[in-house]
Every structure is written in structure tokens, then in C-alpha cells.
């Protein structure tokens, strides 16, 4: 699943992750703009996706992953979660410590977010 939260408008980076997993043989649910984090932990459950991919470019991964990572946690899904868009060094870490998977920056290359998900799945689709 590929999802936005809060009033980031830059979708561009979304979509283009959603073609690149689709490309790769995966199945992609999107949420679309404006969603909550709420929103976004219980659509995952609810539709059972395998990974949460959050892109965001308003600098603030750090709080959207927070909440969403603790709305799973009260559900008790174990669904990985990584992020891409806008980080500092500092965010970075912060994601990674609170237990996201991985954290890919602007300009990250495609190719490695989509490993990443593999990773993350682990399996490939035939």
C-alpha cells in the first residue's frame, strides 16, 4: 500500500512509486491524498496489505510514521512500514529507531524501493 497523509499535495513521487511496484508485478492499493494515519493503519488492516510504503514531502515523516506505527500497534497488525520523501539526517533516524523499515530520500533510486519491498515481503512475485 502506498499512502499520503495530512495536506501534503506532491503526489508525484507516490505515483511513481505505485507504477514502478506495479511494474514490478506487485499489487498496489493506493490511499489517495488528505488520509490520517488513522485511516491509513486501518485501511492496511482491513484490505490485509503486506507492507505501508508513506511518502510525504512536507518534512514530516517523523510524526505521520509515529502515528500510524502506533495506531497498528493498538490494532496489533505487524505490517512493515518504510517512508520515503522529505528527511533530514535526524528524521532518518528517528523513523529507523521508532521501528520503520527503511527510509529512502528524494532522488533515492527507484529500483532500491522496490527491493526494499521484496525485502520486506519476502518473496518475489512469479
Known amino acids: 500500500m502506498v499512502a499520503k497523509a495530512g495536506c501534503d499535495i506532491h503526489e ?64 496489533e497488525a505487524d505490517i512493515p512500514v518504510f517512508c520515503g520523501g522529505l528527511l533530514t539526517r535526524a528524521d532518518r533516524e528517528a523513523l529507523l529507531e521508532m521501528g520503520v523499515k527503511a527510509c529512502f530520500g528524494t532522488g533515492s533510486p527507484v529500483g532500491a524501493c522496490v527491493e526494499k519491498v521484496y525485502e520486506l515481503v519476502g518473496q518475489r512475485p512469479s
Open 12 to 75: 508525484r513521487g507516490a505515483l511513481t512509486m505505485m507504477t514502478a511496484f506495479r511494474d514490478a508485478g506487485m499489487e498496489v492499493l493506493y490511499t489517495g491524498r488528505y488520509q490520517s494515519e488513522a485511516a491509513i493503519a486501518r485501511t492496511a488492516v482491513a484490505e490485509d496489505v503486506d507492507v505501508i510504503g508513506v511518502s510525504d514531502l512536507t518534512g514530516s515523516l517523523p510524526i505521520i510514521c509515529r502515528k500510524i506505527l502506533e495506531e497498528l500497534r493498538r490494532m
